[in-house]
């Protein structure tokens, strides 16, 4: 499930940010729900969240990482739906659809094509997948919202999209960066 954020306006600006976000399963949470997003997207500790029912809640930043650009934030939910990931490996070719909300628009849907599909297992350096996707020029508003594959998977996070040439943060790499921000400190 997509959606939308805003990160609270930083200090002495007016305007803040806005992106995507895709809504993960917390795991044994609460009561509360989970957003991954870009680091890009909130650079604060606070920001709002827009599910697709129309609520608007409040979220905090509780995990970032900006050599990845993935940023988690926790809000109060008690029925959110959570994305489905994909397990299995990706393939060159494969039809890919990123969802955002560009220019304000709600749940804008492009397609593409995968043409590099690195599946971030490993850790020494960011791995991504790379894209062709056909956007309107001038449209940006993808960050943060899921890539996914052609039955609604979410196989990545999308960080950037420039020209026709997309790259998203692999599942494999959130999920693994997700049990080492969440894990307890020794």
Excluded: C, Y
């Excluded at 499930?1 to 803040?16: F, L, R, Y």
């Excluded at 050599?67 to 934030?73: P, T």
């Excluded at 397990?87 to 220019?103: N, R, T």
């Amino acid at each position: 499930m997509t959606v939308q954020v805003w990160a609270d306006a930083q200090h002495g600006t007016d305007a803040a940010a806005s992106g995507a976000g895709v809504l993960w399963d917390p795991q044994g949470s609460n009561g509360r729900g989970l957003v991954i997003t870009n680091a890009h997207v909130v650079r604060g500790a606070q920001a709002t969240v827009g599910l697709g029912d129309g609520a608007v809640l409040p979220a905090r930043v509780v995990a970032r990482d900006r050599k990845r650009d993935l940023a988690a934030l926790e809000f109060e939910s008690s029925s959110a739906m959570f994305a489905q990931l994909r397990e299995v490996p990706l393939q060159v070719g494969e039809l890919v659809i990123a969802v955002g909300h560009p220019g304000g628009l709600v749940g804008v849907a492009a397609l593409g094509i995968v043409h590099v599909a690195e599946d971030g297992r490993d850790d020494r350096r960011p791995r991504w997948i790379r894209a062709d996707l056909r956007l309107a020029p001038g449209f940006s508003g993808f960050s943060g919202g899921p890539l996914a594959d052609m039955s609604g998977k979410v196989i990545g996070i999308n960080a950037m999209v420039h020209g026709s040439l997309a790259l998203a943060v692999p599942v494999t790499t959130v999920e693994s960066w997700l049990r080492r921000a969440q894990a307890p400190a020794a």
